[in-house]
């Protein structure tokens, strides 16, 4: 089946997640592959995922880990007692 | 994990912070009740979003099963923005420093519903099950919701994606 750009852009999550069936796929490759703008949509959604998973996007806060283990060091203690 | 499922409902650094530290501990206190039948990061993660609520609920006011009821009630314009010029190095894109804060900013103001879903599917890569699970909906609202998510993040960043819009399909890296 051919698709329009609409069609591809309603599946492009789960295009990325590998989530659509065999026959979908095949046909959203034979649209990307003449589809410019699609391409680009699919990239640029793609790449805002890498930067999401970067550590650098979203750091813990400084000091965080350091903090953490404090207050559960004190609970564990007054746990003991 | 916990930090950022905290930070995704709080939207506030310290209040995240000292909800991790209070999630930390009642997954320390009831350890015992932890049994298996979900991914221990699950269970830790529905923990902190319990947590999350119930800073959320004594700030706000809110009823009690007020988050919980929210849904799709976003009617509108989920369609991705287009891109055309895409000659630029994607490197250097992703490198750039304003990129991250804007990524940053952008997911901060989503409404609650779909930030919840990113991050737990594309920050801590809960699988969409799990996510399904932890936020106590269903599988296909999660995928909707993250879809929906995508798409506003996409359109929002295509004006610093269009001058230095990608090469075609250069990253794969993650198993997605």
Redesign the interface.
């Known amino acids: 089946m051919k698709l329009d750009c609409k069609h591809v852009w309603e599946h492009i999550s789960e295009y990325i997640d590998n989530t659509v069936d065999a026959k979908l796929r095949e046909d959203i490759e034979l649209h990307l592959e003449h589809c410019e703008i699609c391409s680009a949509i699919l990239d640029s959604t793609r790449n805002i995922l890498v930067l999401t998973a970067d550590d650098r996007t979203f750091e813990l806060p400084v000091g965080y880990s350091k903090r953490l283990h404090e207050r559960l060091r004190e609970e564990i203690e007054k746990s003991k007692h | 994990m916990v930090?950022?499922t905290l930070?995704s409902i709080l939207k506030n650094?310290t209040e995240a912070?000292d909800g991790?530290?209070e999630s930390?501990?009642n997954a320390?206190?009831h350890l015992a009740s932890f049994r298996g039948d979900a991914k221990f990061s699950t269970w830790l993660t529905t923990i902190a979003i319990n947590e999350g609520r119930k800073r959320l609920r004594k700030t706000k006011g809110q009823a009690e099963d007020s988050i919980e009821e929210q849904i799709e009630e976003h009617e509108g314009d989920f369609?991705?923005?287009?891109?055309?010029d895409?000659r630029e190095i994607?490197l250097e894109?992703?490198e750039r420093k304003e990129?991250?804060e804007a990524?940053?900013v952008a997911?901060t103001e989503l409404p609650d519903i779909y930030r919840q879903v990113?991050i737990l599917r594309?920050?801590e890569?809960l699988n969409?099950e799990e996510t399904a699970q932890a936020l106590a909906i269903n599988p296909g609202a999660v995928?909707v919701r993250?879809?929906r998510a995508?798409?506003m993040?996409?359109k929002r960043?295509?004006p610093y994606?269009k001058t230095t819009?990608?090469?075609?399909?250069?990253?794969?890296?993650?198993a997605?």
């Open positions: 930090y950022l930070f650094e912070e991790a530290q930390m501990i320390y206190r369609t991705p923005a287009p891109l055309t895409w994607p894109a992703l990129l991250r990524l940053r997911v990113f594309d920050l890569e969409i995928k993250l879809h995508r798409m993040l996409q960043l295509v994606l819009a990608p090469a075609r399909r250069a990253f794969f890296g993650r997605l």
